[in-house]
């Protein structure tokens, strides 16, 4: 990553953006490899956490804390000068628009409250670069373009972002460079601009019908000028679409066994890249945990240290060592 650019990691659920981040952040160390932030190892992390700033997709918040006060605890232990910390609280609140609602308990604000508030944590005490891990996931589009908006504001501010996202066109939106990872590997560096070109100056021609094996096979025979994807849906890539385009139209139009299906004709997207590179589609692993990710961490993490203050032992404490490894 260069300095000041907002860098994306895209890819599926399950390729290992996460496990990526807590490498760079210093929550868990890699088997191989070398890993340098800003010049250091994240082994030394004390000293780097202070320079980094980190907004984990499960929300680690406090609901019966403010979001003024949530802030100044945050401040408090990443060191920032007490003199200034109530400066810097409200200037953060402002940069993520919850400076009216501050003084409301964290349970009661949105879903999209409490990422920006999450956001917020994370850049309380001015690091040099922030991780955002999937800041938008679940949003609805207005609460996606404030997070977008404060992304915008960090770069503006000469700060480093590095975020993970599904979503394509938010990769694209944002990004200067993009990453795509699939399967805990680097398929791809570049701007979208540069791995959209490495499409070549093709189209992307979509079917709407069922693809099954049979039918993928069938067609990559019978068309020598296009590549065939079979996943989510059919689609066929090809630098010659006006002879492409005819035998689709007689195969699928005219047949009456597809009924006139559904053709569009289209420019490559980042998703056809990485289904050209990978073989595989973004939207492949549909997210199906029903846990919701405040109630898991007000299990393990709020309950037993507020037990422990009141010196009982928590008959449901799940037993683990509970480190707080959160930069
Ligand atoms: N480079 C890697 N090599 C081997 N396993 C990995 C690697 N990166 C991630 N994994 C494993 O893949 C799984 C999913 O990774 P995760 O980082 O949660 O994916 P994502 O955040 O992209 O959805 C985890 O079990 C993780 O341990
Ligand atoms: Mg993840």
Known sequence: MERGEIFGLLGPNGAGKTTLISILTSQIRGQHGEVAVLTEDPKNGA????????AAHDLRLSDYLTGFEALKLHGRLYGVNSKNLE????????????????????????????????????????????????????????????????????????????LTTHYMEEAEFLCDRIALVDRGTIAAIGTPTELKARLGPGKIIEIGVECTPALAEDLSQSLPDGR????????????????????????????????????????PSLEDVFLELTGRSLQEHPRISEDDPQKEHNRRFWRPLANHFHGKTDPNSTGEPRTVASP
Do not use: C
């Open 47 to 54: 000293r780097l956490r202070r320079r980094i700033g980190l």
């Open 87 to 162: 400066d810097r609280v409200n200037e953060v609140l402002r940069t993520v628009g919850l400076y009216e609602k501050r003084n409301g308990l964290v349970r009661t604000y949105s879903e999209g409250m409490r990422r920006r508030l999450n956001i917020a944590l994370a850049i309380v005490h001015d690091p040099e670069i922030v991780f955002l891990d999937e800041p938008t996931i679940g949003l609805d589009p207005y609460g996606r373009r404030q997070v977008w908006r404060i992304v915008w504001d960090l770069k503006t501010k000469g700060k480093t972002v590095l």
């Open 228 to 267: 065939v994807h079979s996943q989510g849906g059919l689609s066929i890539s090809t630098e010659n679409p006006e002879a492409v385009l005819p035998r689709l139209l007689k195969r699928f139009v005219s047949d009456p066994g597809y009924g006139g299906a559904r053709i569009v004709v289209r420019e």
